[in-house]
């Protein structure tokens, strides 16, 4: 589940990603100050919350962090409106320090490799990778699913070539971190780092 918040360029809106729609055609239904974003056949993608300032202070742009508290709060919204959805949270990190435990080469491909990944909590994802510096033994940020990059791109799963991918290893550029390199490849990150820390990103 992604929160995103825009106020200079949406308004005072919280957006609540809850699926991704793979581009499909989408309705909404508004009730009040709450509308629901649903594909054609009523699959649920989406909710928005219009003036989310007057009942929920918002912090930050793009991506933002809320607690167990304010997704009750969005569920009272939800409920007062007259829905009877609810939001089920997944309050964990979304950028996190990873392990890239194994790295071998994808069999449809001649650039693209697949891992497995350690990330937070001991899980461990397999991700496909196109970097050419991408190797067993880094250290790396991971963007898991349900995250959202700094230029506005959502993380899903997905398939790359028939191999199934659940997050991706990023740049330092992908990032929007300062003074990231132009040279294209991922950030790998000095031995220290510690596997499934929270990584901040650029804005």
């Known amino acids: 589940m992604i929160f995103a918040y825009n106020k200079e360029n949406v308004g005072d809106t919280l957006m609540v990603i809850v699926k991704n729609d793979e581009n499909k055609e989408n309705r909404a ?54 829905f009877e959805e609810c939001l089920v949270a997944d309050l964990s990190p979304k950028f996190v320090v990873g392990y890239v435990k194994t790295c071998v080469e994808h069999p449809d491909s001649d650039h693209l490799h697949i891992t497995e990944t ?11 990778c196109g970097a050419a510096n991408i190797a067993a033994g880094q250290k790396v940020v991971v963007a898991k699913p349900g995250a959202m990059m700094p230029d506005g791109q959502m993380i899903w799963p997905g398939s790359l070539r028939g191999v199934e991918s659940f997050g991706m ?12 390199p132009e040279k294209k490849g991922i950030l790998v990150l000095e031995e220290t780092a510690k596997i499934g820390e929270k990584f901040e990103v650029g804005q």
Request: proline fraction near 4%.
């Open 169 to 180: 290893i990023c740049s330092a550029k992908e990032l929007n971190l300062p003074d990231a």
């Open 118 to 128: 350690e990330v937070d909590g001991g899980a461990t994802l397999q991700i496909v």
């Open 29 to 82: 239904e508004r009730k009040g100050p709450v509308a629901r974003i649903q594909t054609i056949d009523g699959t649920t993608v989406a909710w928005n919350f219009f003036n989310v300032s007057e009942y929920l202070p918002i912090h930050g742009n793009g991506q933002v962090e809320l607690t167990e508290k304010d997704v009750e709060v969005l569920n009272n919204q939800l409920k007062l409106a007259g």
